[in-house]
Antibody, heavy 121, light 107 residues
Framework: EVQLVESGGGLVQPGRSLRLSCAAS????????MHWVRQAPGKGLEWVSG????????GYADSVKGRFTISRDNAKNSLYLQMNSLRAEDTALYYC??????????????WGQGTMVTVSS | DIQMTQSPSSLSASVGDRVTITCRAS??????LAWYQQKPGKVPKLLIY???TLQSGVPSRFSGSGSGTDFTLTISSLQPEDVATYYC?????????FGQGTKLEIK
């Protein structure tokens, strides 16, 4: 069964850091691009960051550029998001999503259940 | 950055109705356009990619069309299980961008 399982969310104070992880199974992880998408409570979807199959291409939304870092470990079938200098507006459910192909220019066909990040003092 | 604008923001229709949702890109994106369905409390689900290609397992009452800047998602005969919020997404290059969503309800 193709599966993505996120972890690492929680309550964190503004200005602090958090690292999200996404464990993939049921498919050849290093063949596909991976992405992080977030959804604030009651709001729409916002793409956060993406990484190509070999980490050769990486992109970020303007809202997180310079604060968040995406990475992957193909040997561990895992995707990560290092989030620094967190702000209240980063509060959201963070989804891990698999690209249809190996590069950025593809839709997202598999989504995890999400991990909630709450930034509050 | 390219902006994606969906219309309407919400709509109410009857079972069996033909429903159309539109998505407009602020610049041309060829056919790098996907549609997702998100039911209340659930994870988004890919319906259509490459503007008109139906994802495996998606009912044939869903269809997509368009290219360049203007796109549509059509449900040919609305079913009760289609109650959801629908999002378009452009993915030709970073940043990928979603539309603001269209909330579909049954009248």
């Amino acid at each position: 069964e193709v599966q993505l399982v996120e972890s690492g969310g929680g309550l964190v104070q503004p200005g602090r850091s958090l690292r999200l992880s996404c464990a993939a199974s049921g498919f050849t992880f290093d063949d596909y691009a991976m992405h992080w998408v977030r959804q604030a409570p009651g709001k729409g979807l916002e793409w956060v960051s993406g990484i190509s199959w070999n980490s050769g291409s990486i992109g970020y939304a303007d809202s997180v550029k310079g604060r968040f870092t995406i990475s992957r470990d193909n040997a561990k079938n895992s995707l990560y998001l290092q989030m620094n200098s967190l702000r209240a507006e980063d509060t959201a459910l963070y989804y891990c999503a698999k690209g249809v192909g190996g590069h950025f220019d593809d839709a997202f066909d598999i989504w995890g259940q999400g991990t909630m990040v709450t930034v509050s003092s | 950055d390219i902006q994606m604008t969906q219309s309407p923001s919400s709509l109410s229709a009857s079972v069996g109705d033909r429903v159309t949702i539109t998505c407009r890109a602020s610049q041309g994106i060829s056919n790098y356009l996907a549609w997702y369905q998100q039911k209340p409390g659930k994870v988004p689900k890919l319906l259509i990619y490459a503007a008109s290609t139906l994802q495996s397992g998606v009912p044939s009452r869903f269809s997509g069309s368009g290219s360049g800047t203007d796109f549509t998602l059509t449900i040919s005969s609305l079913q009760p299980e289609d109650v959801a919020t629908y999002y378009c997404q452009k993915y030709n290059s970073a940043p990928s961008t979603f539309g603001q969503g269209t909330k579909l309800e049954i009248k």
